[in-house]
């Protein structure tokens, strides 16, 4: 029986959220989902090396590429109307263009499995993270592989751009998130070292804040440059974190874990936190600031039994640029 995925409306009045349709037509489990730019196709893509394009309003069946990679998928982006790239456990990278069906661009670059992809405004440069440590660089406009960072420590999870495209961060399997520079891509910028198991997910939420999935179940809400660890935005109790996505407008955040639920955060108030460059030395070994209370739907406090949180590791730049 093939992996179900399902499309939901979801609210946040009690009993509100609903099933619209679901679909069986992966063979087995289905690694990453993601919304065209117009948001009418559903593109999906599963461990059994398949590719579909779904219509969003009916879970009809558009397009596949069934054998589309030579190992498991992991990872999809919508990069413009009619392309898009995929990555694999292999560390392959595919662009595609639906109107030709097929590929316009193959790398074999990494050494390990990409997990996260990432684009530029233009579409033109398209930014990969991979397992391997290192971050990737190819040229969709040109069709060529450009470069790969040296490699960090530990597994590179995500890859997000922020300050209106000048600076790129990834988050680590270590729990660091690595900065680099709009074109200095071959080495780090700078660091910040959370307490975190790993960065195991990541999104932005404004030019200057992300939030991040780890693996103790905490998605946090980070300041990037200076780098602040701002608080906690909610919890999947004891539960890894899979995925972060954030609805349009940035004022809900939803999380999906182990424990098999989604959940929705607002996030509303970030927009309007302001990071001075300066600050007076705290004493470590504070509680880790919950920024708010319930979830956005009137959900039950999760933040009771959060524990001591320090803003960075000894010996990191917190505040270079």
């Avoid at 117009?38 to 219509?55: A, E, N, W």
């Avoid at 595609?96 to 499995?113: I, M, N």
């Avoid at 949180?309 to 505040?319: K, L």
Wanted: proline share 3%; aromatic share 6%; hydrophobic share 40%.
């Amino acid at each position: 029986m093939g992996a179900v995925k399902g499309l939901f409306s979801y609210s946040c009045a009690p009993g509100d959220t609903r099933e619209l349709w679901s679909s069986g037509h992966h063979l087995k489990s289905c690694r990453d989902v993601a919304f065209s730019l117009d948001g009418h196709k559903l593109f999906t893509v599963s461990k059994d090396k398949s590719i579909q394009v779904l219509t969003v309003e009916a879970g009809c069946l558009e397009t596949r590429f069934s054998k589309a990679h030579s190992s498991a998928l992991n990872c999809v982006l919508p990069v413009t109307e009619h392309v898009f790239a995929t990555g694999d456990e292999g560390g392959a990278l595919k662009v595609w263009d639906l109107r030709k069906g097929a590929t316009v661009l193959e790398a074999q670059e990494h050494e390990e499995y990409i997990s996260a992809m990432a684009v530029d405004a233009n579409g033109k440069l398209l930014l990969t993270a991979s397992g391997d440590g290192t971050l990737g660089v190819f040229n969709i406009k040109r069709r060529r592989f450009e470069l790969l960072s040296e490699p960090q420590n530990g597994d590179l999870t995500s890859v997000v751009l922020l300050k209106r495209g000048k600076k790129v961060a990834c988050g680590s399997s270590e729990g660091t998130i690595y900065l680099f520079n709009w074109d200095g891509f071959g080495a780090t910028s700078d660091r910040f070292a959370l307490r975190a198991e790993s960065v195991d997910c990541m999104v932005p939420i404004t030019e200057n804040i992300v939030c991040t999935g780890s693996l103790d179940g905490v998605i946090r809400a980070v300041n990037v440059l200076p780098n602040r660890v701002l608080g906690c935005v909610g919890q999947h109790t004891g539960e890894p974190i899979e995925q972060l996505a954030v609805a349009p407008g940035g004022r809900l955040l939803a999380s999906c874990a182990h424990d098999q639920k989604v959940k929705f955060w607002d996030t509303s108030a970030l927009a309007a936190i302001v990071v001075d460059d300066y600050r007076k030395k705290k004493k470590r070994g504070g509680p880790l600031r919950a920024l708010s209370s319930k979830a956005a739907g009137g959900g039950q406090d999760f933040f009771a039994d959060l524990r001591d949180e320090p803003e960075a590791a000894p010996g990191d730049s917190g505040d270079s640029d």
